[in-house]
Every structure is written in C-alpha cells, then in structure tokens.
C-alpha cells in the first residue's frame, strides 16, 4: 500500500524506465560519480566512454562527472 502511495503519480503503462526505486537508485549513483575520484586513467576513460554511450551527456551531473574526471 505504501508503495502505491508514493507513486500515485506514475502510470505503469508510460512508465518505461521501470520501478521508482530502480530509477532513483540509478539517479542516486550517476550523481556520485561527480564525487568519487577515479583510481587511475583507464577508470576514468570507462566513465566517459558509459557518457557517451548511454548518451547521459545532457543530464543533471554530466558537467560535474567530467570536472571530476579531469581533476
């Protein structure tokens, strides 16, 4: 019941990202990358190549990750 509650708002028909906790929990971890350093060049080329290939370029934190990449 809870949960019907705290998505009372979504429609499951148009909801294609899947569950809420599954996307705020994705949400949640892409903002972390703007914090958490890499440990070497090839982490931080891994970070940039799931950028460009997620297309995620244009979200939120994007311009923060890349900040963080390039120290």
């Given at each position: 019941?809870?949960?019907?509650?705290?998505?009372?708002?979504?429609?499951?028909?148009?909801?294609?990202?899947?569950?809420?906790?599954?996307?705020?929990?994705?949400?949640?971890?892409?903002?972390?990358?703007?914090?958490?350093?890499?440990?070497h060049?090839?982490?931080?080329?891994?970070?940039?190549?799931?950028?460009?290939?997620?297309?995620?370029?244009?979200?939120?934190?994007?311009?923060g990750?890349l900040?963080?990449?390039?120290?």
């Amino acid at each position: 019941k809870l949960y019907r509650l705290r998505c009372a708002f979504c429609d499951s028909s148009t909801d294609a990202e899947g569950p809420q906790e599954a996307s705020s929990r994705e949400h949640f971890v892409f903002g972390l990358l703007a914090e958490i350093r890499p440990r070497h060049k090839d982490e931080a080329k891994a970070v940039l190549r799931y950028l460009i290939a997620g297309d995620r370029r244009d979200m939120a934190d994007a311009e923060g990750i890349l900040e963080n990449l390039i120290g």
